[in-house]
T-cell receptor, first 114, second 113 residues
Framework: DSGVTQTPKHLITATGQRVTLRCSPRSGDLSVYWYQQSLDQGLQFLIQYYNGEERAKGNILERFSAQQFPDLHSELNLSSLELGDSALYFC?????????????FGPGTRLTVL | DQQVKQNSPSLSVQEGRISILNCDYTNSMFDYFLWYKKYPAEGPTFLISISSIKDKNEDGRFTVFLNKSAKHLSLHIVPSQPGDSAVYFCAASLNQAGTALIFGKGTTLSVSS
């Protein structure tokens, strides 16, 4: 158990809908990352937050947004969903958001868009 | 353009033998390289890392070698065990604030008994 929790575990929805994925980092970790793993793809970095502020952005679509709250949990909002958004979404956390520190991953949320 | 490449999608090894997983990268600015292991229905778990100032790091059965001139790293598992069967991801990062892991697409290791 990495100490990172993600809810829900599975999510099935229709095209055009909006969903929210939730992540709670390990106790003491200030930085949260979101990654997307599509079929036959590695993990693609979406966005990073550190202590409530956006720190880095990767290949995140404009239809997607995220935030980190004062209690350090994070939410990833996906809107106007398309079939191609079906993927595993992982949240990870680390102590200070620097590259030398390992990231601890949650179990992921599997999103299926029908 | 992929900055981290794992060119072998799969590898099969017999129990007790050595497993060698390879990874190539293109960005010479990377400071750290990490290997993660992933079982089905679980998130990736950290295995071992190496700083760009070193050429070898060892942790039990796992050793990572870094060849900066070739922009190549490899993970050696000796001896391989059936429980090592998983997807192995190579990742790279910069030692700075606001940095993410850049992952390869993974290599599926199968260790048969």
């Amino acid at each position: 158990d990495s100490g990172v929790t993600q809810t829900p575990k599975h999510l099935i929805t229709a095209t055009g809908q909006r969903v929210t994925l939730r992540c709670s980092p390990r106790s003491g970790d200030l930085s949260v990352y979101w990654y997307q793993q599509s079929l036959d793809q590695g993990l693609q970095f979406l966005i990073q937050y550190y202590n409530g502020e956006e720190r880095a952005k990767g290949n995140i679509l404009e239809r997607f947004s995220a935030q980190q709250f004062p209690d350090l949990h994070s939410e990833l909002n996906l809107s106007s969903l398309e079939l191609g958004d079906s993927a595993l979404y992982f949240c990870a956390s680390s102590v200070d958001g620097r590259g030398r520190n390992e990231q601890f991953f949650g179990p992921g949320t599997r999103l299926t868009v029908l | 353009d992929q900055q981290v490449k794992q060119n072998s999608p799969s590898l099969s090894v017999q129990e007790g033998r050595i497993s060698i997983l390879n990874c190539d990268y293109t960005n010479s600015m990377f400071d750290y390289f990490l290997w993660y292991k992933k079982y089905p229905a679980e998130g990736p778990t950290f295995l071992i890392s190496i700083s760009s100032i070193k050429d070898k790091n060892e942790d039990g059965r796992f050793t990572v070698f870094l060849n900066k001139s070739a922009k190549h790293l490899s993970l050696h598992i000796v001896p391989s065990q059936p429980g090592d069967s998983a997807v192995y991801f190579c990742a790279a990062s910069l030692n700075q604030a606001g940095t993410a892991l850049i992952f390869g697409k993974g290599t599926t290791l199968s260790v048969s008994s």
